[in-house]
């Protein structure tokens, strides 16, 4: 994925097709591999959910997709076009994303911030601003009015001339998704949208996503809270240590042994009987993930026939546990 | 709210403890101490407080202030205005609709630093206190006693806001509590031909301020200007009407605008002395390139510390096609002609400057453009024939630069309109304000707008604001071209203005403006982002230099100094910008009279509004403007 020429793909486009389709990506940090073969694809209409430990990587993955890093190997297609690895440049093509810690823009108003999100869905440069002819006056119009709706859908409308950074907390999160759906993406990247948040607030983010896929805007989400994914997510892929474990429906992978390990770690004997597993290869941003440096062990262990029922991307849950 | 008491005695106030003052005074006399001492400075600037007239203003008549006796006899009748206003005088509320001991205390301090400051200057130019008449010792007891006074009047907010200020807090917390003031009352509704009148009536003073500012004749007259002005805005910003009037001005926007310039272009009319007009017309250039920095640094947060190049850019370009004779090219263009080549100049080079540099962000940016601020320099001083090509001349520059001739119209020459006499500073003075009006609207404009938006959203967070979209490089790129070019546009002027130009005028950092760092305090000092505020900020340091000669080298230690004061008490500058103002307000509200709203929350402790400055002095937009 180094050029960013839009190459029309063979796959499906239009209605009911595949929105973004991920093979192959690899994320290397010099001799860290922090993403590794991660296949994944998101259909329209659908939310698709992202778990795993801390450092399994997750957010460099949604770092690759989005053009905020170059991924080593691999291909990103969103609706059958390979997208550019400039970030702007992804914006544009229709995938928005939020960001893991809240990055609005502190001290303009709810309304600008927005306002910026429309950016990449007017045209107006220098000129138009200093001319004001009655183009620039009707986009600017129209813009205000888009992003007013946005705020109504959100339930920010009241505080449009406050400072994003006075909005409490669960607003900033709020205000960040409808910033992102002000640039009228397809596809919808959350990075842990409830992160933070007391459990009715939860609540209220899951009816906001599900509204937004009601618009028919498909949406990517990487989050921790496992109730909040299992209500929320048509599909789940768990990704340990850089790697796809499994993806599956949220029943499959709620029972999956190898996820609970995953998150939980193993029983103390198992671990004690393994030889250690050593737990320096996670990925950069790895702060605590004390749980998933155990997980690798047991991956071999239960039963493959668990997993791929929802068509089997690739190689999903292998052998997890090699090292780097 | 607002302690206005209808009777002089101790506050009756239900709920919070009274807040006794600095001084442990009971309220009726120290409101007595006050007057007493106000009037009394106010009857000794009528009696001579020196006896030679070798003290520059001549304070040696009896009946008739002057000079230093002015301002003081100024600040006095502030004081008793305002201390009648806060006594509930009929006809006088509105001067206070906000605090009433805070701006007490601020003007009181004025009217002391100023008639302190002329004593100690009495005695130090003639040589011992010796020198000093009566009515100076009854005006220095008399300022002092209304300071104390003022010191002892109750505080305008109740206790237990921010911490401990009650009797037992020491001294420094009970001043400082003092200091602040409440939002002012909700105005009343006026219709609209008196609120415009108002924001007339405002930029009047404002510019009359101004202008005597400007014309003050010596050093020690201009200090006591400083020194009561510096202490007056605050004191009306305390007392709310610096926030009234910001409030109408932004009801009536474009007539403030054009007030604002009106007022600007009537200046050289208040003018008899070319001097004056000439220091104008040099403010108005630092600070039309002032506001081009601004788009770059204030809006898109990029640290240029080597703009002054574009500005001598486009006076190089605007000095080899003016038909010198000194000028390597033999050209001579008309004046538009000149000036479009000045500012294409400029935008090409800014482009090339900005092209490569604009990949680094921060620290490193401002290291680089400094440094291709410096090549700009030393490169026209070795385009001189010997170390390089000859074009400039190298060091001696390009003298001789001819005057302007626009459509028969010489600006060398003096002309007669309505009886008055406008010479060759005042026609460079409106040709610079007709520049400034360009550039305050390509502020305005830009700043309103997607492409404006991209900017502050780049400044914020350029991470978040690629995710946006936003083609961070090219923005950054579009906002480094449009500065050098505004800038280009003032050099064109400044060539002619100034009628000889040479490398060293466009150095980092000098002892006279414009330079980068000036520029750049400008800026800074002024409030980012704001039209006004590097408006100010340029006058001011315009103004200064040139009017305190006298303190000669100790000019930019005293300049740090202040830059660092100021820093630390007021970090968004003389004029806070909308979203500064937001910033200091933690409800956050724009629009809504806040006055209700406000009361409780100060008593809930925000962090920000519990400062010394509070959140009353944000907004002089407004009045600001007509000093450019």
New interface residues.
């Given amino acids: 994925m180094t050029t960013h020429t839009t190459t029309p793909a063979a796959t499906g486009t239009g209605e009911g097709g595949t929105v973004l389709e991920a093979t192959g990506v690899t994320m290397r940090f010099g001799g860290l591999t922090a993403v590794k073969s991660v296949d994944l694809t998101v259909n329209s209409g659908e939310i698709v959910g992202l778990i795993g430990p801390n450092g399994a990587g997750k957010t460099t993955f949604f770092n690759c997709l989005?053009g905020?890093y170059v991924p080593t190997e691999g291909r990103v297609a969103y609706r059958g076009t390979v997208l550019p690895s400039?970030?702007?440049l992804v914006?544009?093509a229709g995938i928005?994303?939020t960001?893991q810690n809240i990055?609005?823009?502190?001290?303009?108003?709810v309304l600008?911030n927005v306002?910026?999100?429309?950016?990449?869905r007017?045209r107006?440069?220098?000129l138009?601003?200093?001319l004001?002819g009655p183009r620039?006056k009707k986009?600017?119009a129209e813009?205000e009015a888009r992003a007013m709706e946005l705020l109504e859908f959100t339930g920010l409308a009241g505080?449009r001339?406050?400072?994003a950074?006075?909005l409490p907390y669960g607003e900033q999160r709020k205000l960040e998704i409808a910033?992102?759906l002000a640039?009228d993406p397809g596809l919808l990247l959350l990075d842990e949208p409830t992160a933070g948040m007391n459990p009715q607030e939860t609540l209220a983010t899951q009816e906001l996503v599900f509204a937004v896929r009601d618009q028919g805007i498909a949406v990517l989400v990487i989050e921790h809270d496992m109730r909040f994914i299992f209500n929320l997510c048509d599909r789940v892929a768990v990704l340990v240590q850089g790697e796809k474990l499994l993806e599956g429906t949220p029943e499959v992978v709620q029972r999956d042994e190898r996820v609970i390990a995953a998150y939980l770690g193993t029983p103390p004997e198992e671990v004690a009987a393994a030889s250690r597993p050593g737990g320096a290869e996670d990925g950069p941003g790895a702060a605590d993930g004390a749980p998933a440096t155990t997980a690798e062990r047991p991956t071999g262990t239960p039963d493959p026939g668990a997993r791929n029922d929802t068509g089997g991307h690739g190689p999903a849950g292998t052998e997890g546990g090699e090292k780097a | 709210m607002t302690t206005t008491h209808p009777t002089a005695t101790a506050p009756a106030r239900p709920g919070p403890a009274p807040t006794p003052g600095t001084l442990p005074l009971p309220a009726g006399t120290a409101r007595a101490v006050t007057t007493a001492g106000a009037v009394l400075t106010l009857a000794a600037t009528f009696l001579p407080w020196t006896w030679t007239r070798a003290f520059p203003g001549n304070l040696t008549v009896t009946g008739y202030p002057g000079g230093l006796q002015v301002l003081t006899l100024t600040g006095a009748l502030l004081v008793l205005l305002f201390l009648a206003s806060g006594h509930g005088v009929r006809g006088l509320r509105w001067l206070t609709p906000g605090g009433t001991t805070a701006p007490l205390v601020l003007l009181t301090a004025g009217t002391f630093a100023t008639t302190w400051y002329a004593a100690g200057a009495i005695s130090v130019t003639l040589g011992g206190v010796v020198n000093l008449e009566p009515g100076a010792w009854i005006a220095t007891a008399g300022s002092l006693l209304a300071l104390a006074g003022a010191l002892g009047l109750p505080a305008d907010t109740p206790a237990g806001t921010d911490g401990p200020s009650g009797t037992g807090a020491p001294a420094i917390q009970r001043l400082r509590h003092s200091l602040q003031a409440p939002a002012p009352r909700p105005a009343r509704a006026l219709p609209d031909w008196a609120e415009i009148l108002l924001i007339a009536g405002a930029f009047a003073v404002v510019l009359y301020v101004f202008t005597y500012g400007i014309a003050t004749e010596y050093g020690e007259l201009f200090v006591g200007f400083l020194l009561l002005t510096g202490c007056a805005a605050p004191a009306l910003a305390k007392a709310g009407l610096i926030r009234r009037v910001s409030r109408l001005t932004a009801r009536h926007r474009n007539v403030s605008i054009a007030a604002a310039f009106v007022a600007a272009a009537a200046f050289p009319f208040l003018q008899s002395d070319n001097q004056f007009t000439s220091i104008a017309a040099n403010i108005l250039i630092f600070a039309t390139v002032a506001l081009g920095l601004n788009v770059v640094v204030g809006l898109a947060g990029l640290l240029d510390l080597g703009y002054v190049a574009f500005l001598g850019v486009g006076a190089y370009t605007a000095a080899l096609v003016s038909g010198s004779p000194y000028s390597s090219v033999g050209l001579k263009f008309p004046f538009w002609a000149a000036v479009l080549t000045g500012a294409l100049a400029s935008l090409i080079f800014g482009v090339l400057i900005g092209a490569p540099t604009l990949r680094l962000r921060g620290d490193y940016l401002a290291i680089v453009t400094l440094g291709f601020g410096e090549i700009f320099r030393i490169g026209m001083q070795n385009l001189d024939g010997i170390s390089g090509p000859a074009v400039t001349n190298g060091s001696t520059g390009i003298p001789q630069i001819p005057d302007l001739e626009i459509l028969g119209f010489n600006f060398g020459e003096t002309h007669s309109f309505l009886g008055f006499d406008f010479t060759r500073s005042a026609n460079y003075f409106w040709l610079m304000l007709f520049f400034t009006v360009i550039v305050v609207s390509v502020f305005r404009r830009s700043d309103s707008s997607r492409i404006g938006r991209a900017w502050v959203a780049i400044r914020e967070d350029e991470t978040a604001a690629r995710a946006m979209g936003i083609n961070a490089f090219r923005f950054k790129l579009i906002a480094f071209a449009l500065g050098a070019t505004l800038a280009g546009l003032a050099g064109t002027v400044q060539a002619h203005a100034v009628s000889s130009i040479d490398p060293e005028q466009y150095k980092f950092v000098e002892a006279v403006p414009p330079n980068s760092a000036f520029l750049l305090a400008a800026v800074i000092l002024g409030g980012m982002g704001t039209v006004g505020g590097p408006l100010i900020g340029a006058a001011l340091l315009f103004l200064i230099p040139a009017k305190l000669q006298f303190i000669g080298e100790y000019q930019l230690l005293l300049f740090g100094v202040a830059l660092v004061l100021l820093m630390r008490f007021r970090p968004e500058g003389l004029v806070a910008d909308r979203r500064k103002q937001l910033e200091f307000h933690e409800t956050g509200q724009l629009d809504v009279p806040d006055a209700k709203a406000l009361a409780p929350v100060d008593g809930n402790g925000n962090g920000t509004t519990g400062g010394p400055d509070g959140p009353n002095d944000p907004g002089t937009t407004g009045p600001g403007k007509a000093e450019g």
């Fill in positions: 989005t905020l400039r970030s702007h914006t544009q928005a994303r960001f990055r609005l823009f502190p001290n303009m108003t600008e306002l910026v999100g429309r950016h990449t007017t107006e440069g220098l138009a601003a200093l004001r620039f986009a600017e813009s505080k001339d406050h400072l950074r006075n910033r992102a640039s």
